[in-house]
């Protein structure tokens, strides 16, 4: 035994002989065979022993792993208090209850924070309790250590872990709980109601909102067979197939349907909800809400009724069959009893009554009523103000006369007043057959049925009024239209004849030198002796006098448009040199023409008989403007464009100018703009029409060309026509014919011509020439002569105008029956020819020579 222990021996107060005998043994006194005090020795549990009887209890025993494990050795330790293990980070109120405990001499095990020699701090836990000898007498503490600092570590984590964890679930939890809250209140204040079933059970829990939806008390419980019963009879069997549908799908729940409130309202619902399984696939709940969409419907029904009836107004046309459509819709959307329009005498008080809706079951109304004998509410009608009465039986208005409503089906009305210029003269009326409050957006409904049906009445009505009067407008704008065109036409062709008159004095003059020629000549050929040489000057002179004859009535028949005219590629220089001759005679002998043409040849397509007259027309006006005497100069020059004009750009392209310039007076600045306007003209009254320009301007737009006016006043005016330039093309040659005469050789040729004197001597000069003829007066004739043997002739040569069918349309009939039978055509004047062309015929122009004849007969039969 150390000396340590012979002190605490030595100093200890007497002992019991049994207290003597534990601390031989413990302390090691007596090394005795006791296997528990052996045990306490080796223990790896650090284990100490405390002397109470010794002042400051002291360590009495300490072993080696109480030693390793405050790291003091067994000599610092023994003698001591437990005290020095404590540090300041020791907690004083667990240093107090261990003291309590070693007072009361209780057991107590608790976790204290000790230091260790080297400073560093651990966690004890203390296990004391204390010894007593076989005299009941306390002889010992008995203190058991063990480090308990790696699990005091994890338990801090742990407490510290569970402390976040709490904090955060309380935060969730109250989180959640305020959801709810929000939640509840948002499904309430949207009245949203919500509901459960059981649908094994069929029982439903439902909030409160959901009972006030249903009209239900809140304090009433509120069964699956109360929402069943209360679900409209004709949406009962949707409602229940929606269940069965969304359980055997498991899908959700949705369905619109009507209920039926205690208070007899009839409202609609729409309600969503979600199938809940087990895990067996059972159906267990559906859970959902319900929410009150009858405002929503009820807008969406009005709205849709108005576009039906935004449809009724355009498709349907007589005024009557719209008053009734718009009734039925009324009716069937507001579920009336009977609709209608009645035209109101407010004189007498009455309204009558054509054709009303009504619904199933309710006889329709026709004829006039009195309206006193249905109540007072005529007096409101007739101020423009609307009727509305819920109940006739308690209505001051209509109380008197509920019996009477009440048999028409009419218990709820509603009359619009219909009003034209303040006074009342119809009204749009609804019934219902019983009691029935009207909602503010029913009344404006029917409010705006009543005014678009009036507009729409009205409009059809004038629509019908005015298709009356255009009808008839039309047939007289048709007629007027056609005296206008008539007379149009008339004056076109009177200015293009007076160009003509004005003609006449120098054609009466050309033409009376042509038969001078003519008349001395055949009277020279009478003479006897006249000689071979001289005759045949003097029958010379007869023909080439007839050629010029003929040249000269053509250029005035083409100028007249009586010539079958079409557009063709010309060269405008060689059409200026033809009309050359006309220019001259027409603007007389004192006003000298100067023609100043291109080397190379400008071609363009238009109808060259308009290329003339518009060219007689300048000329006419520049011989106007000059008053008989000057001069005028034409020139033709090819251009890439028309200069701006008129407040039109230019417009680039290939062009043919045809320039007119005069030596006259010229034209005003202000009147420039209108030279061109129809029957606008600068000359006297009776010495113009005003055509002449227009006529120029027309011919250019419509050949896709334009015309200018340059004027300097008191020296000229310079007239610039363009047209478009084209490729040279096949032209037109005015005769197919050349010099002498082809023979016959026999070619049988049908002639068909009205005149005697001209069919008798064609037959003889063909004759004469070899031909063989056959002569027929018409075009029967002529189809009888075909049909005996159209074998027989080679060729047929007809006059165009004739008594019954003409020309033209004999050859129409020629070509369609005998398709290889040529046909030849000849007129001298041919309205037909003018407005309908030729139709594909060789035509030759009268007067015509039998060298000519009998070239083109040639040509035909090739």
């Known amino acids: 035994m150390t000396d340590t222990t012979d002190r605490a021996v030595e100093s200890a107060p007497k002992l019991t002989a049994d207290a003597e005998r534990i601390a031989a043994e413990v302390l090691g006194q007596d090394v005795g065979t006791d296997p528990f005090v052996a045990a306490v020795r080796a223990t790896r549990m650090p284990m100490i022993i405390t002397n109470p009887r010794l002042p400051d209890n002291p360590v009495v025993f300490a072993n080696n792993a109480f030693c390793r494990l405050s790291g003091y050795t067994r000599e610092e330790i023994l003698g001591r208090n437990c005290r020095f293990l404590q540090g300041p980070e020791t907690d004083p109120a667990t240093v107090a209850k261990i003291r309590e405990a070693v007072r009361r001499v209780e057991s107590i095990e608790i976790d204290i924070l000790n230091q260790r020699k080297d400073g560093d701090t651990f966690w004890n836990r203390l296990l004391m309790a204390p010894v007593y000898d076989t005299e009941g007498m306390l002889a010992y503490f008995f203190a058991s250590q063990v480090d308990v600092t790696i699990e005091r570590e994890r338990l801090t984590g742990l407490e510290a872990s569970n402390a976040s964890l709490m904090a955060e679930l309380t ?75 969304c359980i055997a799908d498991s899908t959700d729940y949705d369905v619109v349907y009507r209920i039926r409130r205690p208070d007899d309202e009839v409202r609609w619902i729409a309600s969503r909800g979600q199938p809940f399984f087990d895990a067996d696939g059972n159906p267990l709940r559906i859970a959902g809400v319900s929410t009150d969409i009858t405002v929503q419907r009820r807008s969406e029904i009005l709205s849709a009724a108005l576009v039906e009836l935004s449809d009724v107004f355009r498709d ?64 409101d009608l007739i101020l423009g103000e609307e009727v509305c009465v819920e109940d006739a039986r308690t209505d001051p208005r209509t109380v008197e006369a509920a019996q009477a409503l009440e048999a ?6 509603i009359n619009m007043p219909v009003m034209e210029n303040g006074r009342l003269v119809s009204m749009l009326y609804l019934g219902h057959g019983g009691a029935r409050q009207w ?42 239209t056609s005296e206008l065109q008539t007379a149009e036409d008339a004056l076109r062709q009177s200015q293009k004849m007076e160009a003509v008159g004005q003609l006449t004095g120098g054609v009466a003059h050309d033409f009376n030198n042509l038969l001078t020629v003519i008349r001395s000549a055949t009277d020279l050929l009478k003479r006897p002796d006249l000689s071979p040489e001289r005759r045949e000057r003097y029958i010379d002179a007869i023909s080439d006098t007839a050629d010029r004859a003929a040249k000269l009535t053509g250029q005035l028949l083409a100028f007249a448009r009586r010539q079958a005219l079409q557009p063709e590629v010309i060269d405008v220089g060689q059409s200026l040199r033809v009309i050359a001759d006309m220019l001259g005679t027409l603007t007389g002998s004192r006003i000298v023409i100067g023609i ?30 000059m008053q008989g005497a000057g001069r005028i100069d034409i020139a033709v020059r090819s251009t890439d464009r028309i200069p701006a004009v008129r407040s039109h750009p230019a417009v680039a392209g290939r062009y043919v100018a045809i320039a007119m310039r005069d030596t006259g007076s010229g034209i005003e600045p202000d009147k420039l703009e209108r030279i061109f306007e129809p029957f606008f003209t600068t000359k006297d009254v009776g010495q113009g029409t005003g055509l002449g320009l227009s006529q120029v301007f027309g011919f250019a737009k419509q050949s896709g060309g334009d015309i200018t006016v340059e004027s300097d006043v008191g020296h000229g005016t310079v007239f610039t026509l363009y047209l478009p330039q084209v490729e040279q093309g096949a032209q037109a040659t005015i005769d197919p014919v050349g010099e002498g005469v082809t023979d016959g050789h026999g070619t049988c040729v049908l002639v068909v011509e009205d005149n005697a004197e001209v069919g008798t001597f064609t037959t003889q000069s063909l004759a004469e020439l070899g031909y063989k003829t056959v002569w027929t007066a018409d075009a029967q004739e002529a189809l009888a002569e075909l049909a005996a043997d159209a074998t027989r002739f080679d060729i047929v040569f007809s006059d165009v105008v004739m008594p019954g069918m003409n020309g033209i349309e004999l050859g129409k009939v020629i070509r369609d029956r005998y398709p290889t039978l040529p046909v030849v055509l000849t007129s001298g004047y041919s309205n037909v020819l003018a407005q309908d062309g030729t139709h594909g015929f060789e035509l030759l122009h009268k007067p015509y020579s039998v060298e000519q004849l009998s070239r083109v007969l040639s040509k035909a039969t090739i």
């Open 171 to 245: 935060d969730r939890l109250r989180l959640q709980k305020e959801q709810e809250r929000e939640l509840a209140f948002t499904l309430k204040a949207a009245r949203f109601g919500t509901w459960t079933l059981d649908i094994t059970g069929c029982q439903l829990i439902s909030s409160e909102t959901c009972k006030e939806i249903f009209g239900r008390p809140l304090d009433q419980p509120f069964t699956y067979d109360d929402r069943l019963a209360a679900i409209h009879p004709d949406d009962r069997d949707k409602s229940a197939a929606e269940v069965a549908r």
């Open 316 to 379: 349907t046309e007589q005024p009557d069959d719209i008053a009734f459509a718009a009734a039925r819709i009324i009716g069937e959307t507001l579920e009336g009893s009977r609709a209608g329009f009645g035209e109101i005498d407010p004189a007498s008080e009455t309204v009558t009554i054509v054709r009303e809706w009504s619904a199933p079951g309710v006889m329709p109304l026709e004829g006039s009523f009195a309206l006193r004998d249905y109540g007072s509410y005529i007096d």
């Open 408 to 413: 028409l089906d009419a218990r709820a009305i």
């Open 439 to 480: 909602r503010p957006d029913e009344v404006v409904f029917i409010r705006e049925v009543a005014e678009r049906t009036r507009i729409a009445t009205e409009r059809r009505r004038s629509e019908h009024a005015l298709s009356a009067l255009a009808a008839s407008l039309e047939q007289q704008v048709a007629a007027r």
């Open 596 to 625: 100043d043409l291109p080397e190379a040849s400008c071609f363009t397509n238009v109808d060259p008989s308009q290329l003339d007259t518009a060219l007689v027309n300048m000329a006419v006006n520049a011989r106007d403007a």
